[in-house]
């Protein structure tokens, strides 16, 4: 008995070996070599150099694009503006035309004050609005004041005439209206 377990006992170390030497062959069959790594790693990196060059030309595509089309946009940005003001300068040659054939000045007045609401309410339609003035407190960041002069019948600050209409595009003022303000009532 005692040899069969001695034989039992050297059997043992010699299967482990040969596991050992069997799990061994199988990895090594599975991990790649070196140079298969060092292969693979440059095709990989070599595929990412080529995806970012890419990337960047795409980039940059889209940027001479973009450049392009605000030039653009900047070169025809009143287009929709001139197309509005053309029929009304088209009246206007009309109107001196007809005052120029006829001789009525008053007919002539009414044509050119058509004119004007029409040129008001093409800037409307773009947001372009008339800056108010009459009778309001100056307000510097929209009036410009040309001149003060002394009225009873104004407070101080108040504008009573405007000399020129100023204009504005929603909350920003385009030109300010230049207006004479009240001194309040004159001194005695």
């Given at each position: 008995m005692a040899e069969e377990t001695e034989s039992q006992n050297s059997e043992t170390p010699e299967d482990d070996s040969a596991t050992v030497a069997d799990e061994s062959a199988i990895d090594s069959a599975e991990?790649?070599?070196?140079e298969e790594q060092l292969a693979q790693a440059i095709q990989e990196?070599?595929?990412q150099t080529d995806r970012a060059l890419r990337a960047q030309a795409e980039l940059?595509?889209?940027?001479?694009?973009l450049i392009r089309e605000a030039d653009?946009?900047?070169?025809?940005?009143?287009?929709?503006?001139?197309?509005?003001?053309?029929?009304?300068?088209?009246?206007?040659?009309?109107?001196?035309?007809a005052g120029e054939s006829t001789g009525n000045i008053e007919e002539l007045l009414n044509g050119l004050q058509m004119v004007s609401k029409s040129f008001e309410e093409s800037f409307g339609r773009f947001g372009v609005q008339k800056i108010p003035?009459?009778?309001?407190?100056?307000d510097p960041?929209?009036?410009?004041?040309?001149?003060?002069?002394?009225?009873?019948?104004?407070?101080?600050?108040?504008?009573?005439?405007?000399v020129e209409t100023g204009w504005q595009m929603h909350d920003r003022v385009i030109r300010p209206s230049k207006v004479i303000?009240?001194?309040?009532?004159?001194?005695?």
């Open positions: 991990e790649p070599s070196i990196r070599d595929a940059e595509n889209v940027r001479r694009r653009q946009i900047k070169q025809f940005a009143v287009a929709p503006l001139a197309a509005e003001l053309l029929p009304l300068l088209d009246n206007l040659q009309r109107g001196i035309t003035t009459m009778n309001e407190q100056f960041n929209k009036h410009e004041a040309l001149q003060q002069v002394p009225s009873p019948d104004h407070e101080p600050m108040q504008i009573v005439q405007e303000v009240s001194s309040g009532p004159p001194a005695e």
